[in-house]
């Protein structure tokens, strides 16, 4: 047994299903690997094929194309460092989420994830079988331990490898980011499984963004005494060396420590970061954007250049008779600033036209939500014709999760589009990363430094201007009182007596739960977009829209008196 390994890491962003990219990546570390004298190379979970790759695991082509790269992989590293790479495998009709230990030109040994999770984004008991008793691979004779993702979040597999005689741990994981969570609960884990196992880890993360799913990286290795032995960059693919040496009976892990950021920096690159794979790993060339010179459009278009260049990004503005001038100024100026393309089209004609056929139809004017709804769809039309015209532009819409929530937005109208980067976002985080963007750059940004959003966009009162004197706070209360409440309906699911009880006005909290139940049917038809909370509206939360249940009902009256008044009578 050696008393030293040096192990590359390949934090890196796959495309799910591009099996011959994913191999090219893999190939590319491995030389990197190669040249500076490593003793193994790890990758991360389902490296080969992308995570999660949902239903597409279970087309028999995907499986025969990873055998493929297996197999070409084993034959084209023969003459260099073994390596870890991961993705599916079927055996007797049951398919795994596995890890292949590979050197000499074969597979040394297959892994198989053990425990599979089914919550949130993730559904992996339904698509994989469960591996059971794995052994440690040996590297230079000394025991790893591998663990796949979800091993590593509980403590069966990790104890296993441990009495199976494993002297380091290698995690190789797929694992996304959540604000609300944040990094420190994942490290909470892997500290757990360090003392609980007296072992050093590495911690292989994969980075980039997967429809609405972002991998942040953030790749690690801690020392049996829970120091921190060498940190990646987060948002970015990184190749890194862990030196591993043996220290008496103990085997001690050095590297590079790179400084991670906090808070609004980590979300806000987090959006960047899936708003560009989105784009670009579904053939996109540039985006549009209906910039009304309110806060939403205003961040997203900051998003979309930070994204993919100012060069990229095609702003419109489609004035009605209510919109105001300093709107338009408004979205002129942010154009400017950003250095983004700007043009405008009026949509008073269309919305016009359409209510005077409705007219017509009705036999009388259309009601004052009708009119509300033709100049959203009016927009939403023209901006889908842009995208129509042009091959390869994408267009962004700009709602935000409060709006989504309680159903602030119109079908086929402000909700058309292909990506919401502002999906999973409350209007008060949305006014809190303006102000951090406006003095922040984030590391993997390709927009301007210092101030990108006027503050009279911050400042100003948010309004749809839909119709005269209208503000999203008239109809909506105050959007710090709406999120506090939407907070604990959708990210706690507190019950409404609870609620009410920390002070919230009693009409005010069930009008907006039963807004919230009503707009199930929105949501399900939304675009996707970034998630960032592990309460999602998307993945995270599912609800039937046919769903006759009330929570503020049980405020009103208790239940034999519900069903006394919904008896029929006799």
């Not at 889908?384 to 079908?411: D, R």
């Not at 999203?472 to 507190?494: C, H, K, M, P, Q």
Request: aromatic share 8%; charged share 20%; glycine share 8%.
């Amino acid at each position: 047994m050696t008393d030293k390994l040096l192990i590359s890491t390949a934090q890196f962003d796959p495309t799910v299903g591009d099996v011959v990219s994913n191999t090219i990546k893999i190939m590319e570390g491995w030389h990197k690997a190669k040249a500076t004298s490593a003793d193994l190379y790890i990758t991360t979970e389902h490296s080969l094929l992308g995570y999660p790759p949902e239903d597409l695991v279970k087309k028999p082509d995907v499986l025969l194309e990873c055998q493929d790269a297996v197999q070409y992989i084993a034959k084209a590293t023969r003459d260099g460092p073994p390596l870890l790479i991961a993705g599916p495998i079927e055996e007797n009709g049951i398919i795994y989420n596995a890890a292949f230990y590979i050197g000499g030109g074969k597979v040394l040994k297959v892994i198989k994830k053990h425990d599979l999770p089914n919550y949130g984004v993730f559904d992996d008991k339904r698509v994989f079988g469960a591996g059971q008793d794995q052994e440690p691979i040996l590297v230079k004779g000394v025991p790893v331990g591998v663990l796949i993702c979800e091993d590593t979040w509980f403590p069966e597999v990790a104890e296993n490898l441990v009495k199976k005689g494993a002297k380091i741990l290698a995690s190789m994981n797929a694992s996304p980011y959540e604000c609300d969570k944040e990094i420190s609960s994942r490290m909470d884990v892997l500290f757990a499984r360090t003392i609980e196992t007296g072992l050093p880890m590495i911690y292989v993360n994969q980075v980039g963004g997967q429809d609405g799913v972002v991998f942040d990286g953030h790749s690690l290795a801690l020392n049996a005494d829970r120091s921190i032995a060498w940190k990646a960059p987060g948002w970015v693919e990184h190749q890194g060396l862990v030196t591993c040496e043996k220290r008496g009976e103990e085997w001690l892990l050095t590297g590079e420590h790179t400084t991670w950021g906090e808070g609004l920096e980590q979300a806000y690159s987090a959006i960047v970061l899936g708003t560009r794979d989105y784009i670009q790993k579904n053939g996109f060339k540039k985006v549009v954007i209906g910039l009304s010179g309110g806060a939403d459009s205003a961040l997203v278009a900051a998003i979309a250049v930070d994204a993919i260049g100012a060069e990229n990004v095609n702003c419109v503005r489609l004035p009605s008779e209510f919109t105001s001038p300093a709107s338009m100024d408004d979205a002129e100026e942010i154009a400017q600033i950003l250095g983004c393309n700007l043009g405008t089209i009026s949509i008073a004609e269309i919305a016009a036209a359409a209510g005077k056929t409705l007219t017509e139809y009705f036999g009388e004017p259309s009601s004052d939500l009708t009119a509300q709804n033709l100049q959203a769809r009016a927009r939403g039309l023209l901006l889908m014709a842009i995208t129509n015209q042009h091959p390869h532009h994408l267009l962004l819409t700009t709602g935000n999760k409060s709006e989504m929530c309680v159903g602030y937005a119109t079908l086929y109208g402000d909700m058309s589009g292909g990506f919401n980067p502002l999906k999973d976002v409350y209007k008060t985080t949305v006014f809190s990363m303006m102000e951090w963007r406006n003095h922040h750059k984030p590391a993997i940004g390709l927009g301007p430094t210092g101030l990108v959003i006027p503050q009279n966009i911050i400042t100003k009162p948010p309004s749809a201007e839909l119709k005269a004197g209208q503000t999203d706070e008239n109809e909506l209360g105050s959007y710090a009182t709406l999120d506090a409440v939407l907070t604990e309906l959708i990210e706690r699911e507190t019950p409404i007596v609870q609620i009410i009880a920390k002070g919230y006005d009693a009409e005010y909290v069930m009008k907006i739960s039963d807004m919230v139940d009503r707009a199930e049917h929105k949501r399900r038809q939304a675009p996707p977009g970034v998630k960032l909370t592990s309460r999602a509206l998307f993945g995270d939360r599912r609800y039937p829209i046919t769903n006759g249940f009330r929570s503020s009902h049980r405020v009103r009256a208790d239940f034999a008196a519900r069903l006394n008044a919904s008896a029929p009578r006799r």
